[in-house]
T-cell receptor, first 110, second 113 residues
């Protein structure tokens, strides 16, 4: 099993839709979690950290389920500009090396 | 404040040629990383550094060498380029260990013929 797994998609949704992605991780010692966004031919940029209690930033909500070892990203009221690849990042405690998922592609169409 | 910069942005090499990719950051970050990104493979860590003068191997280090002589710079070298090294290379830096956000450079597109 890969350390961090994501459904590659693409998720093809109309504007205004709500879409959710999951990311599963295999190492129960993982301690910090992030979602990054990567536009086509650009560098990844931090979208949001994922906290144990869940957190929200505008239309974006991130949640962590330690028991089932996954994190999720919910996007409400999708915009055309949300079209991108969303990367899940999981860091083990005591490790300098973050582990990236392969990303989930989102396409928002008019 | 330029953040993380990478030089060059694009390069074409012939098999067997050598080159050095330069990453520079002006955020006084201790940690720096070199990744390669290939279609369908996601980001894979090549080498990383936890401070000036230190380097360590990542997931795919073969065929690459690195140096961190100055805190702000992290160099990635290809001694004898191979077509399998055709990729997009991203450098990243962070202030601390894995709890911290990583900041990425704009990438270097390398084509090895």
């Amino acid at each position: 099993r890969k350390e961090v797994e994501q459904d590659p998609g693409p998720f093809n949704v109309p504007e205004g839709a709500t879409v959710a992605f999951n990311c599963t991780y295999s190492n129960s010692a993982s301690q910090s979690f992030f979602w990054y966004r990567q536009d086509c031919r650009k560098e990844p940029k931090l979208l949001m950290s994922v906290y144990s209690s869940g957190n929200e930033d505008g239309r974006f909500t991130a949640q962590l389920n330690r028991a089932s070892q996954y994190i999720s990203l919910l996007i409400r009221d999708s915009k055309l500009s949300d079209s991108a690849t969303y990367l899940c990042v999981v860091n083990k405690g005591g490790s300098y090396i973050p582990t990236f998922g392969r990303g989930t592609s989102l396409i928002v169409h008019p | 404040n330029a953040g993380v910069t990478q030089t060059p942005k694009f390069r074409v090499l012939k098999t067997g040629q050598s080159m050095t990719l330069l990453c520079a950051q002006d955020m006084n970050h201790e940690y720096m990383y070199w990744y390669r990104q290939d279609p369908g493979m996601g980001l894979r860590l090549i080498h990383y550094s936890v401070g000036e003068g230190t380097t360590a191997k990542g997931e795919v280090p073969d065929g690459y060498n690195v140096s961190r002589l100055k805190k702000q710079n992290f160099l990635l070298g290809l001694e004898s380029a191979a077509p399998s090294q055709t990729s997009v290379y991203f450098c990243a830096s962070s202030y601390g260990p894995t709890q911290e956000t990583q900041y990425f450079g704009p990438g270097t597109r390398l084509l090895v013929l």
